[in-house]
């Protein structure tokens, strides 16, 4: 048995304390996630950078437009999952979005986090469908969408500035209710 399959994975909420270890954890994986993500000025990177992303989180958090919880192996943090752009009303949706700490990819932890995050927004949040995105090659977080049950719904062009230019993302969703 490894040593990570001796450690507890789970995922919790974000914390005001989690700034320190959101920001080692950045910027160990800088460049590992520059190519999916949208261009971020260098303050992003300093630390009152993450602290102010934190802090904003959790405001939205507050209003109940975001559910932002952070990934952990052995109590220590690999990534982050977040249910963002919550709409109440009829629709009762939400986009997730994830990332995970390089050394950690292709574990499966990644999927285990989503199924969490799917059981949350059904039952402890009430929503009936969630929306995420991948650009077109990003083929294993379409792995990852599909092994929870994410089904492809269409493809939109010139979708996301990501890593500062326009580009096409493959459409996924997840009815929670019948």
């Not at 048995?1 to 270890?21: C, G, K, V, W, Y």
């Not at 062009?157 to 019948?178: C, E, M, N, T, V």
């Given at each position: 048995?490894?040593?990570?399959?001796?450690?507890?994975?789970?995922?919790?909420?974000?914390?005001?304390?989690?700034?320190?270890?959101?920001?080692?954890l950045t910027?160990?994986?800088?460049?590992?996630?520059?190519?999916?993500?949208?261009?971020?000025p260098e303050?992003?990177?300093?630390?009152?950078?993450?602290?102010?992303?934190?802090?904003?989180?959790?405001?939205?958090?507050?209003?109940?437009?975001?559910?932002?919880?952070?990934?952990?192996?052995?109590?220590?943090?690999?990534?982050?999952?977040?249910?963002?752009?919550?709409?109440?009303?009829?629709?009762?949706?939400?986009?997730?979005?994830?990332?995970?700490?390089?050394?950690?990819?292709?574990?499966?932890?990644?999927?285990?986090?989503?199924?969490?995050?799917?059981?949350?927004?059904?039952?402890?949040?009430?929503?009936?469908?969630?929306?995420?995105?991948?650009?077109?090659?990003?083929?294993?977080?379409?792995?990852?969408?599909?092994?929870?049950?994410?089904?492809?719904?269409?493809v939109a062009?010139?979708?996301?500035?990501?890593?500062?230019?326009?580009?096409?993302?493959?459409?996924?969703?997840?009815?929670?209710?019948?």
């Open positions: 048995m490894s040593h990570e399959q001796n450690q507890t994975f789970r995922i919790r909420p974000l914390e005001p304390d989690d700034a320190d270890a959101l920001h080692a910027l160990a994986n800088r460049e590992h996630l520059a190519p999916w993500d949208p261009h971020r303050y992003f990177f300093t630390r009152d950078g993450r602290q102010e992303h934190l802090s904003a989180q959790l405001a939205r958090h507050r209003t109940g437009h975001e559910y932002p919880y952070v990934m952990t192996l052995g109590g220590r943090l690999v990534g982050q999952i977040t249910l963002s752009n919550v709409v109440r009303g009829p629709l009762q949706s939400a986009n997730v979005g994830y990332w995970i700490d390089r050394e950690h990819q292709g574990r499966g932890l990644t999927s285990q986090a989503l199924r969490s995050i799917v059981d949350l927004a059904r039952d402890d949040f009430g929503l009936h469908r969630l929306e995420a995105g991948t650009m077109l090659e990003n083929v294993a977080s379409q792995r990852v969408l599909t092994s929870c049950g994410f089904e492809e719904y269409g062009p010139k979708f996301l500035k990501i890593a500062g230019s326009w580009q096409d993302h493959r459409l996924y969703q997840r009815i929670l209710h019948d």
